[in-house]
């Protein structure tokens, strides 16, 4: 983790940067506030740490000024409340008296490094996934992470950039959605100054400072098609051109890019460029709904509720076999991040010994009571399912289906879908040459079955 202290160096904040360094954190001081920017807009950082001797308001405004989005706490002596207090109020995420406490600056790192994502899982559907995952981080092949809206698309993003050989260099992530168009592309790949009204300084964008490290495109679908045309050259290139520069800068990262729509229904409508797609598309993560990995559910909501429960300070307490069951039986269309807040609103309602179903119930009172086609009953009957239709059948038919529905999974992709099933390209293509000769209809690159042009 890049920590940045701004304000005098005196002894206090010097205690603080040795801890932060022993806990595994790369430390850069900065004078003032002007220092500080200058390290942003060159290196970027992942927390700042700024003295309340320092204008916390007025930093907090030129971090806002030059669009740097890095999060801020502010730190003083510990008779200082009127300066903790503005800082809090003028936008500092928190406040750390001083002297230091080790373990208090710990805790703030380990937040920041962990980032409030933790991956927990327990269904298969799920640890498939993270299998996939983990088999393919060791490579700099760019990977689509895909899946509804909630579901952990960047927790796995961060799980692949933890197990490759870039884990001690920067993940940045980038949230497409949230940045407007005119502004996306010196966010990504910087400006120099003058380059535009507010460009006050020279700035890298995402690319420079995820350099070594991991790139993450959160929302790719959300771009606009123009800017498209330049990521697709800085991703096959590895070169970016600032905004407003004069050459070309090299950059070296691995990109992730994830999306909640369908990418290939995209390109099909024109809104996402195909070249793109197949270029990002190396190796796609399907991260599966909430509602079809029902083993899940449980794990997530005990983890959840010892996390707040430790948050707000108050005691952990179990699920009700009735809060249970209202767990499983619902839907979930938020995913993991409804499941979240609907544990942590429990996890501050429950009065009783356990959290029960009062608590789980929706801030309008509905109840998360069973449906026909709970997620439960849904996994049930697709297992049961999925067993009929195994038996009575040969491998060869069962390995038929398998590949062709790999094949399908990649849009006709044959290298991915060799990759996938762990087979040559060339064992790949004889077998589907057999079921072309069987009359068996076998997907074109950018083809699903059954849907050829």
């Known amino acids: 983790m890049r920590l940045l202290i701004a304000g005098p160096l005196g002894g206090q904040l010097i205690e603080a940067t040795r801890i932060a360094m022993a806990r595994g954190a790369t430390v850069t001081h900065a004078a003032d506030q002007e220092q500080a920017l200058q390290h942003l807009r060159i290196k970027g950082a992942d927390l700042i740490m700024a003295d309340v001797v320092l204008d916390i308001a007025a930093l907090v405004q030129a971090l806002s000024d030059e669009r740097i989005r890095t999060p801020l706490i502010a730190c003083g002596v510990r008779t200082d409340a009127r300066a903790a207090v503005a800082a809090i109020q003028a936008g500092a995420r928190e406040y750390i008296p001083l002297p230091p406490d080790p373990e208090l600056i710990a805790a703030v790192i380990e937040a920041v490094a962990a980032d409030n994502r933790a991956l927990v899982f327990k269904d298969e559907a799920m640890a498939r996934v993270v299998r996939l995952a983990e088999q393919v981080a060791r490579s700099d092949a760019s990977i689509l992470v895909t899946g509804e809206s909630g579901t952990g698309k960047e927790a796995v993003s961060r799980l692949v950039h933890q197990k490759s050989a870039r884990a001690n260099k920067p993940f940045i992530?980038?949230?497409?959605?949230?940045?407007?168009?005119?502004?996306?592309?010196?966010?990504?790949?910087?400006?120099?100054?003058?380059?535009?009204?507010?460009?006050?300084?020279?700035?890298?964008?995402?690319?420079?400072?995820?350099?070594?490290?991991?790139?993450?495109?959160?929302?790719?679908?959300?771009?606009?098609?123009?800017?498209?045309?330049k990521l697709l050259r800085a991703i096959q290139e590895r070169v970016i051109d600032r905004v407003g520069g004069?050459?070309?800068?090299?950059?070296?990262?691995?990109?992730?890019?994830?999306?909640?729509?369908?990418?290939?229904?995209?390109?099909?409508?024109?809104?996402?460029?195909?070249?793109?797609?197949?270029?990002?598309?190396?190796?796609?993560?399907?991260?599966?709904?909430?509602?079809?990995?029902?083993?899940?559910?449980?794990?997530?909501?005990?983890?959840?509720?010892?996390?707040?429960?430790?948050?707000?300070?108050?005691?952990?307490?179990?699920?009700?076999?009735?809060?249970?069951?209202?767990?499983?039986?619902?839907?979930?269309?938020?995913?993991?991040?409804?499941?979240?807040?609907?544990?942590?609103?429990?996890?501050?309602?429950?009065?009783?010994?356990?959290?029960?179903?009062?608590?789980?119930?929706?801030?309008?009172?509905?109840?998360?009571?069973?449906?026909?086609?709970?997620?439960?009953?849904?996994?049930?009957?697709?297992?049961?399912?999925?067993?009929?239709?195994?038996?009575?059948?040969?491998?060869?038919?069962?390995?038929?289906?398998?590949?062709?529905?790999?094949?399908?999974?990649?849009?006709?992709?044959?290298?991915?879908?060799?990759?996938?099933?762990?087979?040559?390209?060339?064992?790949?293509?004889?077998?589907?040459?057999?079921?072309?000769?069987?009359?068996?209809?076998?997907?074109?690159?950018?083809?699903?079955?059954?849907?050829?042009?």
């Open 173 to 229: 992530a980038v949230n497409c959605a949230a940045i407007p168009d005119a502004l996306l592309e010196s966010e990504l790949f910087g400006h120099e100054k003058g380059a535009f009204t507010g460009a006050v300084a020279r700035r890298i964008g995402k690319f420079e400072e995820a350099n070594g490290g991991t790139l993450l495109l959160d929302e790719i679908s959300e771009m606009d098609v123009r800017l498209q045309a």
């Open 246 to 453: 004069s050459g070309p800068v090299k950059v070296d990262i691995r990109i992730i890019a994830t999306a909640n729509r369908n990418l290939a229904e995209e390109v099909k409508k024109g809104t996402f460029r195909e070249d793109l797609f197949y270029r990002l598309n190396v190796v796609n993560l399907k991260i599966p709904a909430l509602r079809d990995r029902p083993a899940d559910i449980l794990e997530l909501a005990e983890f959840f509720i010892r996390k707040y429960a430790e948050m707000n300070g108050l005691p952990p307490r179990k699920l009700s076999v009735e809060a249970k069951r209202m767990l499983l039986s619902s839907t979930w269309p938020g995913n993991v991040r409804e499941l979240e807040n609907t544990m942590h609103r429990a996890v501050l309602l429950a009065t009783d010994a356990e959290i029960g179903p009062d608590a789980i119930r929706a801030p309008d009172g509905e109840s998360f009571g069973a449906k026909p086609n709970d997620a439960a009953t849904r996994a049930a009957e697709t297992a049961e399912a999925v067993t009929r239709s195994l038996v009575g059948r040969t491998v060869a038919e069962v390995e038929r289906d398998l590949i062709l529905d790999t094949l399908d999974h990649c849009l006709g992709n044959r290298t991915h879908a060799a990759k996938i099933l762990g087979i040559s390209i060339r064992t790949l293509r004889n077998k589907l040459n057999e079921y072309s000769d069987a009359g068996v209809s076998v997907p074109e690159p950018g083809q699903l079955r059954g849907h050829a042009a």
